[in-house]
């Protein structure tokens, strides 16, 4: 059951997504928004009408926290003061969290010119906190209304929506937290994974540390050539500690990033344990699977002495092609031309 989710996961993001930007039969146009009711609260769950009738309303006294794909019969005047639907919060959970409500995604331009927005068939697509979704190419507002098209009838499944989940991060996150997240990231600097050497006194790790100097020496080669200080490698378990110089470049670099950039950054260090790598996919240096083999190069070792774990580390590479390739999606598609 885990393998077949994890091979959906990782077709909605590569080949689907791809399928569709590139197809001339899919047509993704503009359409205008229409009324539709919104809660002053925090959103909680959908109620969803899918054959046209009205939401199920059970205690019209108490807060209406719902989400309504077709607004309830109310006044004039409040039917047509909205016009968006608004993901739940537990968009973010990773969980199904309603059936399908809608049947054509489209693409517009925002109201105010500044980005493109996604619409499930004509309401305009909001952040779990209400804010639009608002992004700032074409192509990455195609391959999200890509990634909505592509759910079933039967649910809709956040872990198949890489690129949505990465622009509601970018969109409301990052803002708010951005020194945070740059003061995370430069924390566990010194212990990145690409400074790690493995003992070579033994010969358990002298296979390891042979392919960290074939794999990784080249790799902080450039660091030192791009940002002018030669990185120090080290064999403790408990880190190293690297040159002032090239910790403030890094954490200088960071501040100089846009909100997308700094979100796409963030995902692929967290996946990869390594901001150098990040920033390696950032700079052009690693391709996607230059930079998974370097991620993996200890485990791929062991499983090359030892053999694979089948529902093991068939899986860890499944989830980690996805976490890593989603995110330098993302970080492509949001960059204007």
């Known amino acids: 059951m885990a393998t077949a989710v994890m091979r959906k996961t990782l077709k909605s993001i590569k080949p689907f997504v791809l399928r569709t930007l590139s197809s001339p039969n899919r047509h993704l146009s503009a359409v205008a928004a229409v009324g539709q009711p919104e809660s002053n609260g925090p959103s909680s769950h959908f109620t969803f009408s899918s054959d046209g009738g009205e939401p199920d309303v059970q205690n019209k006294n108490t807060k209406d926290d719902n989400i309504y794909v077709k607004a309830p019969k109310t006044s004039p005047s409040s039917a047509s003061s909205s016009s968006s639907v608004t993901m739940p919060e537990s968009f973010t959970t990773g969980s199904i969290i309603g059936k399908r409500f809608y049947k054509q995604v489209t693409t517009r331009e925002a109201d105010d010119g500044n980005g493109w927005t996604v619409m499930l068939d004509y309401r305009t697509l909001k952040t779990p906190s209400k804010r639009p979704l608002k992004c700032p190419t074409l192509a990455l507002a195609k391959a999200i209304a890509a990634e909505w098209e592509y759910q079933q009838t039967d649910g809709i499944r956040p872990f198949t929506m890489p690129l949505m989940l990465l622009s509601c991060t970018a969109l409301e996150r990052v803002p708010l937290t951005r020194p945070k997240i740059i003061e995370q990231l ?3 600097f010194h212990q990145d994974l690409v400074f790690y050497r493995a003992p070579g006194d033994c010969d358990v790790t002298s296979g390891v540390l042979e392919r960290q100097v074939e794999k990784m020496d080249p790799f902080l080669h450039w660091v030192e050539s791009e940002f002018g200080f030669k990185p120090v490698v ?15 470049a890094i954490e200088s670099f960071l501040k100089k990033t846009d909100d997308c950039e700094l979100a796409a950054i963030d995902a692929i260090a967290a996946a990869a344990h390594s901001l150098i790598i990040s920033i390696g996919i950032f700079r052009g240096r690693l391709q996607i699977e230059e930079a998974i083999e370097l ?8 499983i090359d002495r030892w053999g694979l774990v089948e529902g093991g580390h068939d899986l860890d590479i499944a989830d980690l092609r996805v976490q890593i390739s989603s995110a330098a999606v993302f970080l492509g598609l949001s960059r204007r031309p």
């Open 186 to 188: 430069m924390a566990k």
């Open 234 to 248: 080290y064999s403790s378990f408990f880190g190293g500690k690297q040159e002032d110089g090239l910790a403030n």
């Open 295 to 302: 991620i993996r190069l200890e485990e791929d070792w062991q």
